[in-house]
Every structure is written in structure tokens, then in C-alpha cells.
């Protein structure tokens, strides 16, 4: 394990550990290991009463409401807190193996409940810093048990920071959140806030896997290569995915831009669709009956819809780079149309198109893009129609 470790004050995190040690064991776990409660972030590996043996790296702070100066009266916040206050950025580490999921939440021992951020969105975060929530969300995670919300603060230079999901919970709830991070590590906020609305889900599903005649299928001529590696059929890999819906979902967060390139490609006017496969450039490359290429960027959008039911998109970058913030956010000649795919919301792999020309300049970047979006009137269902606009 090549985590970074902290010591910390014990009789401070004691009380910490103590509740997810309580969650766990409330939800017939049986722990394997604990470390101790001197040292931060806490491992704990444990065997679910399915007999699964999951693993937790946890980034768990103490969630409170005092009254701080100049903040609003119904704010709560878990400041994170390690080490000494050098400004230092520090990575929250990820297993590459899978074996444990890292928790970044606060606890509030006293009132009984848990709120989580993204841990892959907070990484690398500074140790000085408060994640904040209101009253209001407390209540509900008391009276509902499980809660999600939408999360969008501003940062040191007062530009919008991308949007993040939180969840919030009650002890009986801890195993369920694991199971939950676990599945949505990665996902864009749209489709990581779906996965919030269907936790229920997430719940692990076995199926027996038939004996598989290595001589007749596995390995035989144009056989998937994953099947070769799984030493299963395609149709076995299909029925585990369509059986584990956490795997069903995380499946999900990356299909939405070969879907895109599926529906453009299958127009007969559309006369080269190629996805690129760069980082940092736009995700397709069409020509429209042999016209110049045009590039267009695939987002999903928000799982929450504006007060009028009409869907958002948080269109930025999740990082910006150094001394330069309003790099965060997109330009006109990155590239010519945004495909904004509605899945997060309908559960349909729908897009809208919009030219980037056409959406609102950002308030504080001069030549950059604002990253609120509403899909309204100036995006179209008809992308032929739309990259026919683009060209003119």
C-alpha cells in the first residue's frame, strides 16, 4: 500500500472510525482489518454478509455546524484536515488494482450521519480546505436515510468550479455508499448523479457461470478477446454485465460518445465520422457530403433539470491550469458543435447540437465559453441541420 499516511490526534478520529466500524458491523459485515485510528486516511477491509471482501481507503473528517464568522447560520462543513498547513497539493490515493475504494466524506457522530464529495473530482486537494452543505440536506438525509444533491462553489478567483454530486446518509446507508463510490469512480457528474438516484441497485448479484469448453469457444476464431481473457463466452460477459448493475453503470459512463459516432456515421450525407483519440482535443471529426471537417465535443448533461425543467450542462474543463483559470473553460474555436447527450436524465441515448458560436460568452473570461448551458431553443435534434449552420 503506497498511500501517503498522517498522524493525527486519536481521541479525535476515534470517534470517526468508531462510526464506520458501527455501520459496517449494523450491516452484518465481519471486519478483516482496521488500522488505527493515529493514522489517517483509515484502511479497513471487511467480508459483506454476501461474502464479498471489499477494502476502504477512507479520507473521513469531523462533519459540524458551528458558527463560523461572515457564513451563513444553516451551513454545515468537514474540514479536511491532515498535517501541517504548507498549501502543498496532495493526491487522494486510488487503488490501480481495485482491490480498496477511497472514501473522501465528513461524520457527524453526534447526529448520526455521513456526507461524501467526489474523491476523484478533490484530487489532488490542499489539506486546508471545508466542503460545505446546508441544514436543509441534513434534514433530509434524517428523514430519507439517503440523499443526493448538486454541489457548485466558486473558487479563490470567484470563477465556478465544475459541478459535483454529494451523498449524504445514515449509518445503514454506509455499505450502500461504498458499493456506490465504488461504481462511480470516474463518472462524469451527470452520470454520477443517476447512480446516486439508483443506489438501490447497487446491490451485488451473483449468477452461475456454466463451465466453459475452452476447446469449442474460448479462444476459437473470431472470438471477442475479452472472452479469451475471461475464459467465458461474449454472451456470459453480456449476462454478468446486464446482472451487476454497478458494472451495468460504470459501463454507461463511457458509451455515450460511441453512440454519437454510431447515429452520425449511419447518415448518408455524413461522409467521414472518425472519433480522436487525443486528450485535450475534441472528441469527433465529420465531414458533411465531402465538406471541410468540422470538430464536435460530446457532453452529457446534469442529472438535476433548471427550475423550468429544462436540462443543464456544466460545459468545462474539470481541471485549469496553473495561473491561468479561466482555462477551465472552453473557447469558440476549439471546436464547432457541442452534442449534449440527455442520458443522465432520460436514460436515452439522445443528443441535442448546438454551434459553439451561437452559446453565451463567459462573464468573466473574455473569449471563453460560459459553463452554463441550457439546452434551449439554440439546440437543435436535427444534427444534419446544425452542421449544415456550421458551414456557412
Not at 478520529?13 to 471486519?31: E, N, Q, T
Not at 486537494?125 to 433530509?140: D, G, H, L, N, P
Amino acid at each position: 500500500m503506497t498511500y501517503q499516511r498522517f498522524s493525527v490526534s486519536r481521541s479525535q478520529k476515534a470517534p470517526l472510525l468508531a462510526f464506520i466500524l458501527s455501520a459496517l458491523d449494523a450491516a452484518g459485515c465481519r471486519v478483516i482489518h482496521c488500522s488505527d485510528p493515529s493514522e489517517a486516511p483509515f484502511r479497513i477491509s471487511f467480508e459483506a454478509p454476501d461474502g464479498e471482501r471489499l477494502g476502504i481507503i477512507a479520507y473521513a473528517f469531523l462533519a459540524n455546524s458551528r458558527r463560523t464568522r461572515n457564513r451563513p447560520a444553516d451551513e454545515h462543513r468537514f474540514q479536511v484536515k491532515y498535517g501541517p498547513k504548507t498549501g502543498e497539493l496532495h493526491e487522494l490515493w486510488q487503488d490501480p488494482f481495485g482491490l480498496y475504494t477511497t472514501l473522501f466524506l465528513g461524520i457527524n457522530p453526534e447526529r448520526g450521519f455521513f456526507v461524501a464529495a467526489d474523491p476523484v473530482l478533490h484530487s489532488p486537494t490542499r489539506f486546508f480546505i471545508s466542503v460545505e452543505f446546508k441544514e436543509q440536506q441534513v434534514q433530509a438525509i434524517l428523514d430519507r436515510g439517503w440523499l443526493s444533491w448538486e454541489r457548485q462553489k466558486r473558487s479563490k478567483d470567484g470563477l465556478e468550479e465544475p459541478a459535483e454530486v454529494m451523498v449524504g446518509g445514515l449509518p445503514d446507508q454506509f455499505l450502500r455508499y461504498v458499493r456506490f463510490e465504488r461504481a462511480a469512480k470516474g463518472l462524469d457528474t451527470g452520470h454520477r448523479g443517476l447512480l446516486a438516484d439508483k443506489v438501490a441497485e447497487l446491490e451485488r448479484f451473483s449468477i452461475p457461470m456454466q463451465e466453459t469448453d475452452a476447446g469449442a469457444s474460448v479462444g476459437s476464431a473470431g472470438l471477442h478477446q475479452l472472452a479469451t481473457e475471461f475464459q467465458l463466452t461474449e454472451a456470459e460477459i453480456l449476462d454478468l454485465i446486464e446482472s451487476a448493475p454497478r458494472l451495468k453503470m460504470a459501463v454507461r459512463g463511457w458509451v455515450a460518445e460511441t453512440h454519437l459516432l454510431r447515429q452520425l456515421a449511419g447518415l448518408p450525407v455524413i461522409t467521414e465520422c472518425t472519433a480522436i483519440e487525443e486528450d485535450g482535443r475534441p472528441d469527433l471529426r465529420v465531414s458533411l457530403r465531402g465538406g471541410r471537417p468540422l470538430l464536435i465535443e460530446c457532453k452529457n448533461i446534469l442529472r438535476r433539470p433548471y427550475a423550468d425543467g429544462s436540462y443543464r450542462l456544466d460545459f468545462q474543463r474539470t481541471r485549469a491550469a496553473k495561473g491561468n483559470p479561466c482555462s477551465r473553460y472552453y473557447t469558440t474555436a476549439e471546436f464547432d458543435v457541442v452534442a449534449a447527450c440527455l442520458h443522465p436524465q432520460t436514460e436515452r441515448w439522445d443528443f441535442r447540437y448546438a454551434l459553439t458560436r451561437d452559446l453565451d460568452p463567459h462573464e468573466h473570461c473574455p473569449g471563453r465559453l460560459s459553463n452554463r448551458a441550457r439546452i434551449d431553443s439554440r439546440w437543435g435534434q436535427d444534427v444534419v441541420s446544425v452542421l449544415e449552420r456550421a458551414l456557412i
